[in-house]
């Protein structure tokens, strides 16, 4: 089974689960027949990754993978995103600029988030795929796109139809093969192959070894309902890897929800816990980590990587990268 990238680590599919089986099933028959997927399912279950697993089942798979995520795209922006601009197009627009359909040209184009765009940008999204054929904004030129398309919402958009917040025709278009992703709590056989993953590629990531699990704590992580999905689960290990990478990880190591404490259980009061909301963008939470961490050490960085279980070195290429302040280093 191929692998994918994803933020600098290569990760294989996990699909241990019956459900997950028979979802890569499914792919394996319709991918090479260049059909249209639409991926439908919560947060974080890995809707990006089944669509990365489509384009190496497929034909195109020697062609280029872009995804493209309407929900971070300002609608003013989302056209020419899509299909590129012309010099001058628009104030700002100092040179051309081709767009995520050029980009994919003989390969595949991953919209995700598809039910979060307005209804004007839908319009226009379905006169393309009705003809593949597009003009970059502020063109003259009509270009003929040869391109496979995969979609992924977790909106529901048979209800989205029918409450007039997604067009019905752009609805069929799409609905080609459309398979329902479970979430992680409906496939817990797929937790633990992930947790192994998850901790031998983010360890080597981070140049540390990988925490050891009490049986607790294992059991712990193995009967939480995981609402961030797959997402979720990777933060807690990376987490993990950075504070207990090399050590016994314990119950008291993860997130309160995960082990099942109440907030209110929790003293302030010389308190070494760091809140962190899952909402936040995975480089946001791991430098608010290390941030923590060197204030607590007040900059010195000698102590804050041994407490982090990182070397000096590793510390550094954090601060470098930006994710963190550049505080005076005291060794």
């Not at 192959?193 to 699990?213: C, D, K, M, N, T």
């Not at 009967?223 to 950075?242: A, F, K, S």
């Not at 070494?272 to 936040?280: F, H, I, K, P, W």
């Amino acid at each position: 089974m191929r692998t994918r990238r994803q933020d600098d680590v290569v990760f294989e599919p996990v699909m241990r689960s019956l459900s997950m089986r028979r979802i890569d099933q499914i792919l394996q028959t319709v991918a090479p027949k260049d059909v249209t997927v639409t991926l439908i399912g919560e947060s974080g279950t890995g809707k990006e990754i089944l669509a990365r697993r489509t384009h190496e089942l497929s034909k195109r798979r020697a062609g280029p993978f872009i995804p493209i995520n309407c929900a971070a795209i300002p609608d003013a922006l989302f056209e020419s995103e899509l299909f590129g601009h012309e010099k001058g197009a628009f104030t700002g627009a100092s040179e051309r600029s081709i767009g995520k359909v050029e980009a994919a040209e003989g390969g595949t184009l991953f919209l995700d988030e598809i039910g979060e765009l307005p209804l004007l940008l839908q319009a226009k999204l379905l006169r393309f795929l009705e003809s593949r054929r597009y003009m970059r904004v502020g063109g003259a030129k009509k270009m003929q796109a040869d391109v496979r398309l995969v979609f992924a919402t977790l909106r529901p958009l048979e209800q989205e139809v029918r409450e007039g917040r997604f067009r019905a025709d752009l609805y069929y278009r799409i609905q080609g093969v459309t398979l329902n992703v479970p979430s992680l709590r409906e496939r817990r056989a797929d937790i633990a192959p992930l947790i192994a993953q998850f901790a031998a590629q983010l360890s080597s990531r981070h140049g540390v070894e990988r925490p050891r699990l009490t049986r607790q704590a294992r059991a712990a992580m193995l009967q939480y309902d995981w609402p961030g999905n797959v997402r979720e689960l990777r933060n807690v290990v990376e987490t993990l890897c950075l504070l207990r990478g090399g050590r016994e990880a314990r119950l008291a190591d993860l997130p309160d929800p995960v082990r099942g404490a109440p907030k209110s259980s929790r003293s302030s009061a010389g308190s070494d816990t760091l809140t962190l909301s899952l909402d936040r963008p995975l480089d946001e939470m791991v430098g608010a980590i290390v941030q923590a961490v060197l204030d607590r050490e007040g900059g010195n960085r000698t102590q804050a990587a041994a407490r982090l279980g990182v070397s000096v070195r590793t510390l550094q290429r954090y601060v470098a990268s930006g994710r963190v302040a550049d505080l005076p280093s005291k060794r």
